[in-house]
């Protein structure tokens, strides 16, 4: 067989491309080519696997065009450059680098403190300016300063530990966070609305999702301490932007410092030209070192799934053989789709999530379901997740992940897996099986018998079992414009709790959401995306 080919387009170390000659694959380093969409979708069609870093888009369009393509490995974190159903639609594995510009990150926002603390920007343009301008620049001290860390994962909780060190309180908000962990880390975990309260400065170290938007909106900065520091190392859109500046101009709030941005490359930015603000272009992982790892860690990577089929910080697929792939594809799917059933319902801070395989499944590769689950459950507040990385986020949360297995099955299905999701506020758990075509189905939910198969829309509503909910429930959906797919019901006991699971074709609004709950016999209704 020929030997696989794989082609860099963008700036990579010199290092990747020897691992990838070493490994016996021929390589062809284009660093530029990624900025050239045309040519780029022109020969990517001649190539097993593409490396690249954030200047390479990865289109829909471009993978029509690469018939060949098995890997798509990124130098890095965010795959927000390559469209990833697009990719997974055509088979290609897109990994990436979790863990290879942690500790860079993590000292830029610690830079940005210092630069926000002594005004350290600011007052090297005027001393270059021919100005000596002592009295202007009065900073303030670290040191006994209250630190807010939203987000104390990974890098988050490495900016604690330095913080620590420089003799900072530190305080955290994380939902993920377990009351052990934060003794472990040294850090005091609190709720939102203390951390703005409390802290003199606030670092944001979490993903970009629906729940994290706007983490510091208007309303949150306005509850935060008069003269409170910014820094945002972590995704543009986490701060409101217009509202921080709007903060600034008043002046309560005192400083920011931003590496990231809603828009990006950003020329033009709200934050711009106030004299309190520091401003970098995305250089969160901008250090010799931080680029060296992670170029060796995808050279590798890729390297290992070309050549033995290994598959690791895969985005899109879990850590299984290729002998095992056509049998767990159905239930990987299966125990994603009911953790994110169960994640997109949980609210509180999750303690622990069990894993119950009974029958057939119990005999297979359960570590590899058992990431998908954690996967799904954690995918709706931590974007950034990956089947292989989950077992290590919830590890270095404090959640608890435990399987049990049962051989015989104590249902009637030859499979079946059940997932509890353990949070502060109660236990959620649903159960599904894969049927003989194919498709994975809940059959189960909250003890309630019930068949439905996952859509992408679907509306959840739990309610009492009393005439007239259906009735009113479907003319409300119709009256609304909502196209009904599928609708499954079920109901422990006649005139008992009842639930139903419908899918729909379109999006649902939190307007139709806030009429289903206006029913009367409905407990609660939310919309769940697949």
């Known amino acids: 067989m020929p030997a696989p080919r794989v082609l860099i387009s963008d700036a990579l170390s010199p290092a990747a491309v020897q691992i990838f000659k070493d490994r016996g694959i021929a390589v062809d380093f284009q660093p530029d080519l990624g900025k050239?969409?045309?040519?780029?979708?022109?020969?990517?069609?001649?190539?097993?696997g593409l490396a690249i870093r954030s200047a390479t888009k990865v289109t829909a369009k471009i993978l029509e065009q690469a018939k060949n393509l098995k890997v798509i490995g990124r130098a890095g974190i965010g795959v927000d450059n390559v469209e990833i159903p697009a990719a997974t639609a055509r088979g290609v594995i897109v990994m990436n680098t979790p863990f290879g510009n942690s500790i860079t990150t993590a000292e830029h926002a610690i830079a940005m403190m210092f630069a926000l603390a002594r005004q350290i920007p600011q007052?090297?343009?005027?001393?270059?300016?021919?100005?000596?301008?002592?009295?202007?620049?009065?900073?303030?001290?670290?040191?006994?300063?209250?630190?807010?860390?939203?987000?104390c994962g990974n890098i988050g909780s490495i900016?604690?530990?330095?913080?620590?060190?420089?003799?900072?309180?530190?305080?955290?908000?994380?939902p993920f966070l377990s009351p052990e962990r934060a003794v472990e880390l040294g850090v005091e975990k609190v709720?939102?609305?203390?951390?703005?309260?409390?802290?003199?400065?606030?670092?944001l170290h979490v993903p970009m999702t629906e729940k994290t938007k706007n983490v510091l909106s208007a309303e949150n900065i306005a509850k935060t301490k008069r003269g409170v520091r910014i820094v945002n190392c972590a995704r543009g859109g986490l701060v409101d932007e217009a509202a921080l500046r709007a903060a600034l101009d008043s002046g309560h709030v005192a400083g920011a410092a931003f590496d990231?941005?809603?828009?990006?490359?950003?020329?033009?930015?709200p934050l711009f030209g106030h004299?309190?603000?520091?401003?970098?272009?995305?250089?969160?992982?901008?250090?010799?070192?931080a680029q060296e790892n992670v170029a060796?860690?995808?050279?590798?990577?890729?390297?290992?799934?070309?050549?033995?089929?290994?598959?690791?910080?895969?985005?899109?697929?879990?850590?299984i053989t290729a002998e095992e792939a056509p049998r767990l594809k159905p239930f990987v799917a299966l125990a994603e789709k009911l953790g994110s059933f169960l994640g997109q319902l949980t609210e509180a801070p999750i303690k622990g999530i069990r894993i119950e395989y009974e029958g057939n499944v119990a005999e297979m590769n359960t570590?590899?379901?058992?990431?998908?689950?954690?996967?799904?459950?954690?995918?709706?507040?931590?974007?950034?997740?990956?089947?292989?990385?989950?077992?290590?986020?919830?590890?270095?949360?404090?959640?608890?992940?435990?399987?049990?297995?049962?051989?015989?099955?104590?249902?009637?299905?030859?499979?079946?897996?059940?997932?509890?999701?353990?949070?502060?506020d109660m236990a959620r758990h649903a159960g599904g099986t894969v049927f003989q075509d194919g498709k994975p189905r809940v059959v189960d939910i909250r003890d309630i018998a019930v068949d439905a198969e996952f859509a992408p829309h679907m509306i959840y509503v739990r309610n009492d079992d009393k005439p007239g909910f259906i009735g009113r429930f479907g003319t409300l959906l119709g009256e609304s414009g909502v196209n009904v797919a599928t609708f499954a019901l079920g109901r422990d006991k006649p005139g008992g709790d009842a639930i139903c699971f419908v899918s729909v074709d379109e999006p649902v609004s939190d307007e139709l959401l806030r009429r289903i709950e206006e029913i009367p016999q409905v407990k609660r209704a939310r919309a769940v995306r697949f």
């Not at 709720?191 to 670092?203: G, K, M, Q, Y």
């Not at 990231?260 to 490359?265: D, H, L, Q």
């Open 36 to 48: 050239d969409k045309e040519k780029l979708a022109q020969i990517i069609g001649d190539y097993d």
């Open 123 to 151: 007052a090297d343009a005027s001393t270059q300016a021919g100005k000596w301008e002592k009295n202007r620049f009065m900073g303030v001290e670290l040191t006994g300063k209250v630190l807010g860390v939203i987000g």
């Open 159 to 174: 900016v604690a530990d330095r913080a620590i060190g420089l003799r900072m309180k530190v305080i955290a908000y994380d």
């Open 191 to 203: 709720e939102l609305d203390d951390l703005l309260r409390r802290a003199d400065i606030i670092t």
């Open 260 to 269: 990231v941005f809603v828009e990006e490359p950003a020329t033009s930015n």
């Open 275 to 289: 004299p309190n603000v520091v401003c970098t272009p995305h250089l969160g992982a901008a250090t010799t070192e």
């Open 296 to 319: 060796l860690q995808v050279a590798e990577q890729m390297s290992d799934y070309l050549l033995q089929g290994a598959i690791q910080n895969a985005v899109n697929f879990p850590s």
């Open 367 to 424: 570590r590899a379901l058992t990431s998908a689950a954690v996967t799904g459950v954690l995918r709706p507040f931590l974007q950034d997740i990956n089947m292989v990385s989950a077992p290590l986020v919830a590890r270095d949360r404090g959640i608890m992940v435990e399987e049990v297995k049962r051989e015989n099955a104590a249902r009637d299905y030859e499979s079946f897996i059940r997932i509890v999701v353990d949070a502060e």
